[in-house]
């Protein structure tokens, strides 16, 4: 594949690099290497930092963060989500802060717009006119609107057996939506090998710059608390780029003199689908595929994550920690947060399953602060309903005001 490069891209480009945390080898981000030749995820390497203070939009506010003309950004607002402090939850469970990081709030409802975004201005400045994606849920619809919004073409690969209802709301924004039968682990690496050929950027789920565009759930995080880091960060897990993003992010920050100290950060999962909590437990350095249990927590559901084995690694040199929690525990924390006004799917509602246990096993300490990512809306999985107990009356005109007192 011939690419043609904007005269602002390749200035920028030619001056990022892309780098293995693993085994240290450094590729140009004026090309498109999605992983390092010894098999682990690669990350941004990009000195340059500041903030628009009067931005609100990831690709304004944070735009020194990353190697890309402004033209090569095509935003749909992405960004810009509230942090909700919840006090009676923090109240109960004795800690100074509990607030929640409601990325329900970004256009296709979840934190997966920033990645997309950053994906399309890299694939923009590389001169690609096709792009794609290997998911079922949140990652399909981001990518499938970002294409539409930049006038590019999008491939979107999907499992064999979703169901019809989960495909429109990808298949709304007009991509080519492909529901392959087969083994759903391999198609992360056949459609990079694919892309690669046909000149497609696959931005699957812990490429580059998707994680790249985690960061900046951290800058925001740290921001709206006057710079001041929680002590705890909880991210629910599935490939892992997400949580790398945000440690990144959070590095970013402390190098740039921005704070002065790193949080701790918690993976979090269902215990059903745990790989990395296996991982953990064991003392291994590198996960193991999981048995493809059944979870309410779908979006989360992987049991080979592709960033795993460097998810191990952050944290245990962070001094982090991994926790699961049972379907019983996410459905009763998805039910907390509603009652609080926030409503996640059940994936996103993991993080305060885990908080629960943490607090329990005195991980973390009594007066601490956490930060929670409620990383998606819980209207992206209506069928959890069926897991609440939920009431309504009927009544008729005469018989109203008995019911309104």
């Known amino acids: 594949m011939t690419l043609s490069f904007g005269q602002n891209g390749v200035f920028f480009m030619k001056k990022a690099l892309l780098r293995c945390k693993t085994c240290g080898a450094e590729y ?20 340059g930092f500041g903030i628009e203070a009067n931005e609100r939009c990831q690709s304004r506010r944070y735009a020194a963060f990353y190697p890309f003309a402004a033209g090569e950004w095509r935003s749909l607002g992405e960004g810009g989500t509230p942090l909700v402090k919840l006090e009676t939850l923090a109240k109960e469970l004795g800690l100074a802060e509990v607030a929640v990081k409601n990325e329900s709030a970004n256009p296709t409802w979840s934190f997966k717009d920033r990645g997309t975004a950053s994906c399309i201005a890299h694939a923009r400045a590389l001169g690609y006119t096709k792009v794609g994606t290997v998911s079922s849920g949140n990652m399909a619809a981001s990518v499938a609107a970002y294409a539409a919004a930049a006038d590019m073409e999008a491939f979107v690969l999907v499992k064999g057996n979703v169901a019809d209802e989960k495909l429109a709301p990808i298949a709304i924004y007009g991509p080519h939506l492909l529901r392959v039968a087969g083994p759903y682990y391999e198609l992360y690496g056949e459609s990079l090998r694919l892309g690669a050929e046909r000149g497609i950027y696959f931005m699957n789920s812990d490429v580059p710059f998707r994680v790249a565009g985690s960061r900046t759930i951290a800058y925001e995080i740290a921001e709206e608390r006057g710079f001041r880091v929680p002590d705890w960060v909880i991210v629910p897990t599935s490939a892992g780029g997400n949580l790398r993003g945000i440690v990144n992010g959070f590095e970013d920050l402390r190098r740039a003199g921005l704070t002065e100290k790193l949080p701790r950060f918690i993976c979090a999962q269902a215990a059903n689908i745990s790989p990395i909590a296996a991982a953990f437990a064991a003392g291994a350095a590198r996960i193991r595929r999981f048995p493809d249990n059944e979870t309410i927590a779908h979006a989360i559901d992987n049991p080979f994550p592709p960033s795993g084995n460097r998810v191990l690694a952050e944290l245990r040199r962070l001094g982090g920690a991994v926790l699961t929690a049972s379907e019983g525990e996410i459905v009763r924390a998805q039910a907390d947060l509603a009652r609080c006004g926030l409503f996640g799917q059940p994936a996103s509602c ?8 943490a607090r329990a096993d005195g991980i973390v300490a009594e007066g601490e602060s956490a930060a929670l990512v409620m990383t998606g809306s819980g209207l992206k999985y209506t069928a959890a309903f069926a897991a609440h107990r939920l009431e309504w009356r009927d009544c008729d005109l005469a018989s109203l005001p008995a019911y309104l007192k």
Not at 29 to 41: V, W
């Open 28 to 47: 140009g981000a004026d090309r498109a290497p999605f992983r390092c030749a010894c098999g682990e995820p690669l990350d941004l390497a990009w000195n």
């Open 350 to 357: 993991v993080p305060l399953a885990v908080l629960r246990r």
